[in-house]
């Protein structure tokens, strides 16, 4: 399986990294970040392969390089409807849309609150065609005691999505 796995935006930069450094080794990990989020990087990442936003003909950019699912995490406003539209102006937009047009998994993790009424057109659009639109939200029957816990189980319910096995935080009884 190959996997990227994408920042955009500054605010909650650190649940996208943290979802990165528990992809199981075994899975080939790519990563991108925008501009905003290059000043958290954790540069104990050594297992991942990155990318330069700027670098639109990476391998990653090509349907033929055949990616098997992608994450945006934290996915901003502006990466969301970008990706909307179709505008691929960097390679985190661009590897958007070839899961798209690949019929790949694309979880968006959007992390304004409240959500305008242009975000979530945006997001019903993309939902229509079977993005998967996963902001970072808690249920509370896996009774989270820590921030820890529930960025696991935000995480862990992300690569539920991704059939990426993990027991990283309690199911539903």
């Known amino acids: 399986m190959k996997i990227v796995i994408a920042t955009s935006g500054a605010s909650g930069v650190n649940i996208g990294l943290k979802a990165l450094s528990l992809v199981p080794k075994d899975i080939e990990t ?7 989020s290059k000043t958290v990087l954790d540069k104990e ?5 990155q990318h330069e936003n700027d670098n639109i003909s990476a391998s990653i950019a090509s349907g033929s390089f055949a990616v098997d699912a992608m994450i945006i995490a934290p996915c901003s406003m502006n990466t969301l409807a970008k990706i909307a539209c179709g505008i ?3 390679l985190i937009t661009r590897c958007a849309a070839v899961m798209i047009k690949e019929q790949k998994k ?9 959500f305008s009424p242009i975000a979530l057109e945006n997001m019903q659009k993309l939902s229509i065609i079977g993005v998967s639109i996963a902001p970072p939200v808690l249920a509370y029957y896996s009774k989270q005691q820590t921030l820890e816990d529930m960025e696991n189980f935000i995480i862990g319910k992300w690569f539920d999505l991704l059939g990426i096995k993990n027991d990283f935080y309690k199911r539903w009884d």
Request: hydrophobic share 45%; no cysteine; charged share 15%.
């Open 45 to 49: 990442m050594n297992h991942v392969i």
């Open 106 to 114: 694309l979880i968006l993790a959007p992390r304004e609150m409240p």
């Open 30 to 36: 790519h990563f991108i970040m925008s501009e905003n």
């Open 88 to 90: 691929s102006d960097n």
